[in-house]
């Protein structure tokens, strides 16, 4: 008997109907409308359906969520993410029938996710993408996308870029607060005063235990969770 599973969106209906609790793979779904039945489906089952990322279980991001009071009144963050593929994207994600959508779905989608996170619910307030290869664009999957964003009350802005065709992979989050700014990238996290100085940096384990390095000691480092 099977109780739980590992689905794309094709056997997800099918498998919650039956009583089965569903990992979906991601996205969880790819318009309002699909991602509305799947709730109300789960609702009348009785059973759960969801998705998951892994960004949010890492070590750096841990503690920066735990510290974000460190940086003060939060008001603007940047987010850049790129993938160096070197040439025409292929497979499953080459094709609108399989992807559904291009970067914005496959990486903005764990931006978001972090973002959202981070500093709560967040309004669209315009989107851009950008077509590096003419099968792409006959295909409506984008390779590079923009994303500008706020919070509900608009104290905070930010902006997601993403490229999966860039001279190199990177990743790198900085959030700007009235006390402090926060850099986290794919190893590390650095948290720097106003005077531009690293006050505290965590370092992503690589297999072994993490290393915590408290650059000084006052009462902000206290307060910081470890």
């Given at each position: 008997?099977?109780?739980?599973?590992?689905v794309?969106?094709?056997?997800?209906i099918?498998?919650?109907q039956?009583?089965?609790t569903v990992?979906?793979e991601?996205?969880?779904a790819?318009?309002?409308?699909?991602?509305?039945?799947?709730?109300?489906?789960s609702?009348?089952?009785?059973?759960?359906?969801?998705?998951?990322?892994?960004?949010?279980?890492?070590?750096?991001f841990?503690?920066?969520?735990?510290?974000?009071?460190?940086?003060?009144?939060?008001y603007s963050?940047?987010?850049d993410y790129?993938l160096?593929?070197?040439?025409?994207?292929t497979?499953?994600?080459?094709s609108?029938?399989?992807?559904?959508?291009?970067?914005?779905?496959?990486m903005a989608?764990h931006?978001l996710?972090?973002?959202?996170?981070?500093?709560g619910?967040q309004?669209?307030?315009?989107?851009?993408?950008?077509y590096?290869?003419r099968?792409?664009?006959?295909?409506?999957?984008?390779?590079?996308?923009?994303?500008?964003?706020?919070?509900g009350?608009?104290?905070?802005?930010?902006r997601?870029?993403?490229?999966r065709?860039?001279?190199?992979?990177?990743?790198?989050?900085?959030?700007?607060?009235?006390?402090?700014?926060?850099?986290m990238?794919?190893?590390?996290?650095?948290?720097?005063?106003?005077?531009?100085t690293?006050?505290?940096l965590?370092?992503?384990p690589g297999?072994?235990q993490s290393?915590?390095?408290?650059?000084?000691t006052s009462?902000a480092?206290?307060?910081?969770?470890c």
């Amino acid at each position: 008997e099977i109780s739980a599973c590992l689905v794309g969106s094709e056997m997800c209906i099918r498998d919650s109907q039956h009583g089965v609790t569903v990992l979906e793979e991601k996205p969880f779904a790819v318009t309002n409308d699909e991602a509305n039945a799947l709730i109300a489906l789960s609702a009348s089952t009785g059973t759960p359906v969801f998705t998951t990322a892994q960004r949010p279980f890492k070590h750096t991001f841990r503690q920066l969520l735990s510290s974000l009071h460190v940086l003060g009144d939060i008001y603007s963050y940047t987010y850049d993410y790129t993938l160096s593929l070197a040439s025409q994207t292929t497979g499953w994600r080459s094709s609108w029938t399989a992807a559904r959508g291009g970067v914005m779905l496959d990486m903005a989608y764990h931006q978001l996710d972090v973002i959202t996170l981070l500093l709560g619910p967040q309004k669209v307030e315009a989107a851009q993408v950008g077509y590096c290869y003419r099968e792409s664009w006959v295909e409506r999957l984008e390779d590079a996308g923009t994303i500008l964003t706020a919070t509900g009350d608009g104290r905070c802005t930010g902006r997601i870029t993403t490229h999966r065709h860039a001279h190199a992979k990177s990743e790198q989050l900085v959030l700007y607060g009235s006390d402090a700014v926060a850099v986290m990238d794919a190893r590390q996290l650095r948290i720097y005063d106003r005077k531009g100085t690293v006050r505290w940096l965590v370092n992503e384990p690589g297999g072994a235990q993490s290393a915590v390095c408290l650059l000084y000691t006052s009462d902000a480092a206290d307060d910081m969770q470890c």
